[in-house]
């Protein structure tokens, strides 16, 4: 059993991190009080092939595997969890419809969303049906043009922001059965926008409400199959698990990170307070739970390469551990700094109040461990 990443993977790492130091962090509260992210910094990283990673090449992607993902994600989140998040939604979008989309649609939006000269966002959640996503409200109705979309979208990453919304809508009976999936361009007829919402953390990502009122999206724009919306929508929320798990574990070894600069520098009776025994130990237990989140997350990325049988219940497993894990640890990094930890200058309560929506978004920790129980009481029943 082979832990160690490949030269390849140790690149990619690098190249990630280096450029969320130079390009994100140094902008990351700018971006948080204009309460956007600069398209100029979005194309960056696309250029860098952050835009479509595990879209495949002959789609203009970059063609790496979803444990190569987590590691962009984790060295992105190291600078800024909120931008990094807000590529991994727009990476989760690009990989449905690379996966399932026509041809037509393959060629009209892969490209420029590999390039993130167009930007794309996952529209499930509604506001009546959140953790209940098969209940969603929202419907297509099929005319002799296309469909008719009527409904509303709530929490909504990039909301007004974004070139593409995949829209998880029904279009026939209720339940995950009746579930399809259109792609809607921006600038659609019936389109429009919540206000922007004013949230805890996640500042930078500008995020709305997004409605349809007789929004007229062609037929073409179906993604894959009527009916299956909610298999393909389950299926991308797999690797977007992981990407948000990576998100949140960069952003607490940011923190952590943070917090032993910080230890060598501050003194306190007389000597550093690095040298306190009690403060060590919370050091030791921080590194170790985010060493464990680490493998476990690079596992569950695996076996989603590998096509595992039991991929979703890792994915679930590892979302939900590596996320509460990482809001423990930059919580802890923060109480280190004491009264300085609650300062804007030291950049680790920015920290804290992004990862806190890591335990909400892409199905909630509660959801992840029905998703894991339910699996064992099946594999139970197989046996």
């Given amino acids: 059993m082979d832990f160690a990443l490949s030269e390849e993977q140790t690149l990619i790492f690098d190249m990630a991190r280096d450029f969320g130091r130079q390009a994100i962090a140094p902008n990351a509260y ?65 990989g449905m419809i690379a996966a399932y989309g026509s041809e037509d649609l393959r060629a009209r939006y892969l490209a420029p969303l590999s390039t993130m000269e167009s930007i794309a966002s996952y529209c499930l959640t509604e506001p009546g049906s959140g953790s209940d996503a098969a209940a969603l409200r929202t419907r297509a109705t099929r005319t002799n043009e296309g469909y008719v979309l009527n409904g509303s979208k709530a929490f909504i990453s990039g909301g007004g922001y974004s070139d593409v919304y995949v829209v998880m809508c029904r279009t026939g009976e209720d339940g995950p059965k009746g579930i399809s999936t259109l792609v809607v361009e921006d600038g659609s007829e019936g389109l429009s926008f919540g206000a922007a919402e004013h949230k805890m953390g996640w500042k930078a990502q500008p995020t709305a409400q997004v409605q349809f009122d007789d929004c007229a999206v062609p037929a073409e724009n179906l993604l894959g199959e009527e009916g299956k919306g909610f298999a393909y929508a389950m299926k991308g929320l797999d690797g977007g698990r992981l990407n948000i798990a990576a998100c949140a574990l960069g952003g607490a070894q940011g923190a952590l990170t943070a917090a032993t600069r910080y230890m060598g520098e501050r003194k306190a009776f007389g000597k550093t307070i690095d040298q306190f025994q009690g403060l060590q130990f919370r050091l030791a237990d921080m590194e170790t739970e985010l060493q464990a989140a680490r493998v476990f997350l690079r596992q569950a990325a695996w076996k989603l390469d590998e096509g595992a049988g039991d991929a979703t219940k890792y994915c679930a497993m590892a979302k939900r551990f590596v996320t509460d894990t990482a809001f423990r640890v930059a919580n802890d990094a923060l109480q280190m700094l004491g009264g300085y930890g609650y300062l804007e200058d030291y950049g680790i309560e920015k920290i804290v109040r992004d990862l806190r929506v890591h335990q909400i978004l892409e199905g909630t920790n509660e959801i992840m461990r029905v998703i894991v129980a339910r699996a064992m009481l099946a594999e139970r029943d197989r046996s």
């Fill in 30 to 94: 700018a971006w948080e009080k204009a309460g956007t992210i600069p398209r100029e910094m979005l194309r960056q990283a696309g250029e860098l092939g952050f835009g479509a990673i595990y879209v495949p090449e002959e789609y203009g992607g970059t063609g790496l595997t979803r444990l190569d993902a987590v590691l962009v994600f984790e060295a992105l989140a190291e600078a800024c969890p909120s931008v990094a998040a807000f590529i991994s939604i727009h990476n989760m979008c690009a």
